[in-house]
Nanobody, 126 residues
Framework: QVQLVESGGDSVQAGGSLRLSCAASDDTYGYYFMGWFRQSPGKEREGVASINSRTTTTYAESVKGRFTVSHDAAKSTLYLEMRSLKPEDTAMYYC????????????????????WGQGTQVAVSS
């Protein structure tokens, strides 16, 4: 069982920046997909960003140009650099990982991923 541990969540003002980290207990080199999701109270979980084994990145429209996902395989760590934060970015952020190929799910579909972290809270005030 792969353990994922997120960190870096905090309370910031609108316009601020944060960097989230997700450390994995396994060697994540070659993982099929790794991603970030978020969920705020009363809302469904949504995909924020992902990176695949070819290092292709994908983003939700709401964060394009503001967030950057990266993966340091040598450290088995996934990152999410967040800039120009908005109050609507407030949520619990989760990282997710899928080691092997899985057919039929898009990057933003949680069913693609086998492993999930416990989450780190991001709060953005106006």
């Amino acid at each position: 069982q792969v353990q994922l541990v997120e960190s870096g969540g905090d309370s910031v003002q609108a316009g601020g920046s944060l960097r989230l980290s997700c450390a994995a207990s396994d060697d994540t080199y070659g993982y099929y997909f790794m991603g970030w999701f978020r969920q705020s109270p009363g809302k469904e979980r949504e995909g924020v960003a992902s990176i695949n084994s070819r290092t292709t990145t994908t983003y939700a429209e709401s964060v394009k140009g503001r967030f950057t996902v990266s993966h340091d395989a040598a450290k088995s760590t996934l990152y999410l650099e967040m800039r120009s934060l908005k109050p609507e970015d407030t949520a619990m952020y989760y990282c997710a990982a899928q080691k092997q190929f899985r057919f039929g799910y898009e990057w933003h579909d949680g069913r693609l991923y086998d492993y999930w972290g416990q989450g780190t809270q991001v709060a953005v005030s106006s």
